[in-house]
């Protein structure tokens, strides 16, 4: 899919400002999604800090920033902020990383309007893809490699997440989830419902208070959260959540009786051999259980 150059949706939006940084609010409740959401703006009082590259000739790519958008010194938001760049700023694009996925700019033109590509620039800094044009929605550079910010260490398992999993592959072949992905994870953790209108609202929940992991290896027990064209219910994307084994399959409700996964298969319940087998679904991290 290519960006519709310098054209976008209207979002009345009245603003420049980045809300790219808006990484919470969307919607999965009885369905196991995301809409995508008009851009709203972030206001800063504080002193802007532009940095204009010239593009040399045969050189890194470049983009044009679209909107005020964060200069981060790693692809999340969590990372040491140095000032910002300005709409109409030129920057050249020395490498790319796949980090926190955040909502900005071209959230339009993206299905579920999350981006978790970011780009270095010249200055040493990141932007969000989702904030630049770079005329696609691909990648345009090469990969940065390691050296960004270590990962939190997997997270032990406690003994209420190991019978969390061992509720849950009890419930293998049960009938009692259908379109209820988020019921069945809160049910493994003894909880009636997730507090939360959908598997996506709940994980945006999350995501605001900081909890959402998008490196390493799910730990047994972990929630993981995911999104794709099918989970869409009455129009709006619900997301979907399962619950991981920390052996690399999952064990999930809400599952289509058609689909036949590792086992379980032809029921709602199931063990799933990745955290969504929807061809084109998009990860969106793990977060421990809170309850």
């Known amino acids: 899919m290519h960006r519709r150059s310098e054209k976008f949706a209207e979002t009345n939006v009245d603003e420049p400002f980045s809300a790219f940084a808006e990484f919470v609010n969307s919607r999965c409740a009885v369905a196991c999604s995301r809409s995508t959401k008009a851009v709203a703006s972030i206001v800063c009082a504080s002193a802007l800090l532009s940095v204009v590259v010239a593009a040399p000739a045969l050189a890194d790519p470049s983009a044009t920033v679209k909107v005020k958008t964060q200069r ?10 140095d000032g910002w760049y300005n709409p109409g700023d030129r920057v050249v694009l020395v490498c790319s990383r796949r980090g926190q996925p955040v909502k900005g700019f071209f959230s339009f033109n993206i299905p579920g309007g999350w981006d978790n590509l970011w780009y270095k620039t010249t200055d040493g800094h990141f932007v969000a893809d989702v904030d630049i044009e770079t005329g696609t929605l691909n990648d345009v550079t090469n990969d940065c490699g390691a050296g960004g910010a270590a990962a939190p260490p997997p997270a032990q398992t406690s003994s209420k997440a190991a019978n969390a999993v061992a509720w849950a592959n009890g419930q293998i ?15 493994a953790y003894g909880r009636p419902a997730l507090g939360a209108p959908s598997a996506l609202a709940f994980h945006d929940q999350l995501a605001s208070q900081g909890k959402i992991h998008m490196d390493g290896t799910p730990p047994a027990g972990a929630l993981v959260f995911s999104v794709s064209d099918l989970d869409v219910w009455q129009g709006v994307h619900q997301g979907h959540v399962d619950i991981a084994q920390a052996d690399g ?6 599952v289509s009786p058609r689909y036949h996964g590792l086992a379980g298969g032809g029921h709602t319940v199931q063990v799933l051999a990745n955290w969504n087998p929807t061809p084109g679904a998009t990860y969106l991290g793990w977060a421990e259980a809170p309850w």
């Open 173 to 187: 072949g049960s009938d009692a989830y259908d379109f209820a992905c988020g019921k069945f994870v809160a049910n």
């Open 72 to 81: 981060m010194s790693d692809a999340n938001l969590g990372s040491q902020q």
């Open 249 to 254: 399959t999952f064990v999930s409700g809400g």
